[in-house]
């Protein structure tokens, strides 16, 4: 009786020793590589010669044609054959600012050369997308249509009509966070392609002052987008957004200036956040303006760059627990915020927490939180947490990546994913037909969508594998962009703050002159704190 009680009494330790060995570690050089993989299954056009996603073919060759423009390429972005411009834009600038901070480890894993692809893939849509200074079209396809179609994208008969903003119909969030993922694009590609960097700094310069210029939500204007991906937060967050990016990107003081003068009406040093995507920025921008004050730059607007240090480190002490309001969690210690896709939320603020913990330990600062001064360690440990979380470290002890271990979804919502390969078998899938076929089917994926995250358990840590389960099962873009600079950060293993390329380049010449007032904003919301 006594060996036995002493055997229980050692159990706890025993399975803490070997908890280790139970998950197996991860294998996160394996998952950046799928994750990148994803988006060659969200290409839309001509397929390069090296797609290595070969169950998928050429579609949308007629996107823009109606328009008189071409508009042909960019990403799908989820489940569906819509081409949305806002978190396509987003997107990239997330994909850019991950080789920008841990360019270096994805060399390491020979990784850099398919992730810039990945990048270029939307800058060259981009660059289509924006024919005139003033004009960005910002979706192809209606997800009204599109919905009420389960069709491989190879076989779409469904409207592909392509919507635009302009001056008398303006954007400026769409066209803001377009001109931050043409500006950190930009700093992706300076060594490797200068000249293709300059085209996309000139583009980045445009519609910054296009989004300044000619103010608006970009969803008053294109309406269609509203059911879908609906701006919620308005614009002041992409404009300041912008103007980071492009500070970052040309080292021109108008948008140091910029973020100063504005940080106060727009926002930027008054809303404290627990929230970062595709709608809403201004963590974003709070935490490269803290960069940026860490790293001396501030000048004499330090006092106004501090402010938003602060807010950046609201958010960062919400996401470990020790803040003045503390971010939701699973029981299983996933952040959670809603029930649709919540997994965009977890890789956008893991992101967010770990190029933080970098630049602390690069400046030699800590974390202040209301529960006390933090270690910048203890910001990448909560960033590993989430992502051993989804790639299997869970009550349910599922990957929620597709292709990553050995149990993960096999129903995703996805209809390049789920209905045979065109190459396999050529017969015209009609628009309900595939519903009827494929979308019923309580079957495996004929096409496994590797590296696909999904968009996760709910509040209690629960999961149903099934096709029409649309809130946990369909991916996106979105989700896997952050994911790839932590998965890097992760697999290079130690704690040096490392970039591929220099924070500080010359300032080009602009192409439009910027040293001009900016346009004082229409709407000035109270500084506090904001909840979405």
Known sequence: MG????????????LLLCLPFAFGGHD???????????????????????????????????????SGVDLVGGYYDAGDNVKFGLPMAFTITMMSWSIIEY???????????????????????????????YVLYGEVGDGNSDHYCWQRPEDMTTDRRAYKIDPSNPGSDLAGETAAAMAAASIVFRRSNPAYSRELLRHAYQLFEFADKYRGKYDSSITVAQKYYRSISGYNDELLWAAAWLYQASNNKYYLNYLAKNGDSMGGTGWAMTEFGWDVKYAGVQTLVAKFLMQGEAGHHAPVFEKYRQKAEYFMCSLIGKGSRNIQKTPGGLIYRQRWNNMQFVTSASFLATVYSDYL???????????????????????????????????????????????????????????????????????RQGYATWYTRKASDPNVLTGALVGGPDAYDNFADERDNYEQTEPATYNNAPLLGILARLAGGHGGYNQ?????????????????????????????ILIF
């Open 3 to 14: 060996k036995l009680m002493r055997l229980i009494s050692m159990a706890p330790l025993f």
């Open 28 to 66: 996160y050089n394996q998952a950046l590589s799928k994750s990148i993989l994803f988006f060659e299954a969200q290409r839309s056009g001509y397929l390069p010669h090296n797609q290595r996603i070969t169950w998928r073919a050429n579609s949308g060759l007629n996107d823009g044609k109606a």
């Open 103 to 133: 360019g270096k480890q994805m060399v390491a894993n020979g990784e850099l050369g398919h992730a810039m692809e990945a990048v270029k893939w939307g800058t060259d849509y981009f660059i289509k997308a924006h024919p005139q200074p």
């Open 361 to 431: 330990t690069s400046y030699r600062g800590s974390l202040k939180c209301a529960a006390g001064n933090v270690a910048p360690s203890e910001l990448l440990s909560f960033a590993k947490s989430q992502v051993d979380y989804l790639l299997g470290d869970n009550p349910r002890a599922t990957s929620y990546m597709v292709g990553y271990g050995n149990n993960y979804p096999r129903q995703v919502h996805h209809r390049g994913s789920s209905i045979v390969s065109i190459k396999v078998n050529p017969k015209f899938v009609a628009c």
């Open 500 to 528: 591929l390329l220099p924070v500080v380049a010359p300032a080009p010449n602009p192409v439009i002159a910027k040293l001009k007032p900016a346009p004082k904003p229409k709407r000035t919301p109270t500084p506090g």
